[in-house]
């Protein structure tokens, strides 16, 4: 069975530090896929980032970073100088190879909080 | 384009009642989803579609139907509201083809309210 679990239920940090997003899945597919998914207080689900299991490299883009380490079985994200923006509930996801189009499981979300 | 786009934004219904909720998407996609999400439990698939024609259960389908006659429009259908379906409702669309591509695009969601 796939799982997705995201302990860390709300998370409260002051404008321009960085936070650090848990995600821990479990599947026993070889191959699968994991996101990210942002969902702003205007309640639409934004697509973050998508990684298959094959590339375990980091990614960047801007204030954003994730980490994905299959010996760990995690796949976490971090925001750096945090803004005011970027206050929102954050979904992780797992999917296997070929549902990611039409079956996907999320976490139960981390909502963040950032204070001006 | 209008991407993925559901109606109605709100709703309530008493017990017992049925009613429809609305998804249509313009961008061709084959794939269509249903997802609830509740608090503190993330979002979970009801019902999945592959193409027109072609429907399957997801997580927790029991209480909804669907079908798919148009590549276009995937509708949820509430047979008899309970309470236990108060929920906000995200329906997603995604290309099938290229794996590179198929990433779902979701709707902004329909509140629904069972008295």
């Known amino acids: 069975a796939q799982k997705v679990t995201q302990a860390q239920t709300e998370i409260s940090v002051v404008e321009k530090e960085d936070v650090t997003l848990d995600c821990v899945y479990e599947?026993?597919?070889?191959?699968?896929?994991l996101f990210w998914y942002k969902q702003p207080p205007s309640g639409e689900l934004v697509f973050l980032i998508r990684r298959n299991s094959f590339d375990e490299q980091n990614e960047i883009s801007g204030r954003y970073s994730w980490n994905f380490q299959k010996s760990t079985s995690s796949f976490n994200f971090t925001i750096t100088a945090s803004q005011v923006v970027d206050s929102a509930v954050y979904f992780c996801a797992l999917s296997d190879l070929y549902s990611s189009a039409s079956k996907i499981i999320f976490g139960s979300g981390t909502r963040l909080s950032i204070r001006p | 384009n209008a991407g993925v786009t559901q109606t109605p934004k709100f709703q309530v219904l008493k017990t017992g009642q049925s009613m429809t909720l609305q998804c249509a998407q313009d961008?061709?996609?084959?794939?269509m989803s249903w997802y609830r999400q509740d608090p503190g439990m993330g979002l979970r698939l009801i019902h999945y579609?592959?193409?027109?024609?072609?429907?399957d259960q997801g997580e927790v389908p029991n209480g909804y139907n669907v079908s798919r006659s148009t590549t276009e429009d995937f509708p949820l259908r509430l047979l008899s509201a309970a309470p236990s379906q108060t929920s906000v409702y995200f329906c997603?669309?995604?290309?099938?083809?290229?794996?590179?591509?198929?990433?779902?695009?979701f709707g902004a969601g329909t509140r629904l309210s069972v008295l």
């Open positions: 997603a669309s995604s290309y099938s083809g290229d794996l590179a591509k198929n990433i779902q695009y």
């Open positions: 599947t026993r597919d070889t191959t699968y896929y």
């Open positions: 961008m061709n996609h084959e794939y």
């Open positions: 579609s592959v193409g027109a024609g072609i429907t």
